[in-house]
């Protein structure tokens, strides 16, 4: 089986995959930067890696079955273009679901301990927040409620079971989910009834037609006073001015965000983007993080795993498609 990696063969991913690949003789890989890759793709390459492929690249080899997509979610770009293409199938990788899980964990206790307004008073030798009447909140015994329980949402009800937290979690469809025996799960039409009891609400969910703006004003009302939020999922599922609004006046006691409304969009650009269009670094009860929650040191390693391990299960013919319909 011929793929082609869209990647700086320099780079630490495209070491990574060599390495991962050699034990395997059955897969023959090539690897060239975005600039090079429709110039040089070959006829018979079956499965091409690339987070947002071009119209050139996708035409450029008859052979074409696979597009894998080497990160967690699916650019509406290459959902676009690949809707155009029905014969070619389309994955991703979840390399990523354990230090996302991790930092949605940080994320959590950070907001919930008042970690960061105590850390930025002791700075200044300030030591009020210690005597002051208390806001931090304490996890054990809460009711947490995960907006998808996949590979990340997963790992975080069992952390959170062990710091004795009651984890449910609402999936699109319960009947099937691979999580069903482990945690206890809501279909989405349970929704509304279950916000109501969520201590702590997490977000895991990807960006698709479904989701985006699941979580509006109205859902937020839903939430007990003093409720906690994290959304390492993707920034459009929670509306941002309600998001702003439930932190600012009720009832959401802090949040943990990882995930955006704005990004910068050149290099120049990096330090001088606001994450929203409201003032959300304002806000003293939420920890803002800039989209980091699937890095870490060995990250690239992992993506080559799990992308090795993707392309044998597509020689296989045991790998799921995305179903494009749906949007993930």
């Not at 975005?34 to 040089?40: G, Q, Y």
């Not at 710091?163 to 009947?175: A, I, P, Y």
């Amino acid at each position: 089986m011929r793929v082609h990696v869209v990647a700086d063969p320099a780079g630490r991913f495209a070491q990574a995959v060599r390495r991962e690949a050699a034990p395997y003789a059955k897969l023959t890989i090539t690897i060239a930067k975005e600039a090079d890759s429709a110039d040089v793709i070959s006829d018979d390459v079956s499965v091409l890696v690339t987070g947002r492929p071009t119209e050139a690249l996708l035409d450029g080899s008859p052979s074409l079955a696979w597009v894998v997509v080497p990160f967690a979610g699916i650019p509406r770009a290459t959902a676009e273009v690949l809707a155009a293409r029905p014969d070619i199938a389309l994955t991703n990788l979840h390399h990523n679901s354990s230090p996302t899980a991790e930092h949605a964990l940080a994320l959590l206790l950070a907001a919930a301990r008042q970690i960061v307004p105590a850390d930025r008073q002791l700075r200044v030798s300030d030591w009020s927040i210690r005597y002051d009447d208390n806001e931090s909140v304490i996890i054990a015994g809460k009711r947490a409620l995960i907006l998808g329980v996949g590979a990340v949402g997963g790992r975080i009800a069992r952390v959170l079971e062990a710091l004795d937290v009651s984890v449910r979690g609402v999936v699109r469809k319960v009947e099937g989910h691979p999580k069903a025996a482990s945690v206890s799960l809501l279909p989405l039409e349970a929704l509304d009834d279950a916000l109501p009891e969520a201590d702590l609400l997490i977000c895991t969910l990807p960006e698709t037609r479904a989701t985006r703006g699941l979580i509006d004003a109205r859902r937020l009302a839903r939430l007990p006073a003093g409720a906690i939020l994290v959304n390492v999922g993707r920034g459009a599922v929670i509306d941002e001015k309600a998001l702003y609004e439930a932190l600012r006046d009720g009832p959401l006691a802090a949040a943990g965000i990882d995930v955006w409304y704005q990004y910068p969009e050149e290099k120049s650009e990096r330090t001088a983007t606001e994450p929203g269009s409201f003032p959300f670094a304002s806000l003293d009860n939420l920890v803002l993080s800039p989209h980091r929650a699937g890095h870490g040191v060995g990250i690239e390693i992992l993506r080559a795993q799990h992308l090795v391990a993707a392309l044998l299960e597509i020689e296989e013919e045991t790998r799921g498609k995305i179903d494009l319909a749906r949007g993930y």
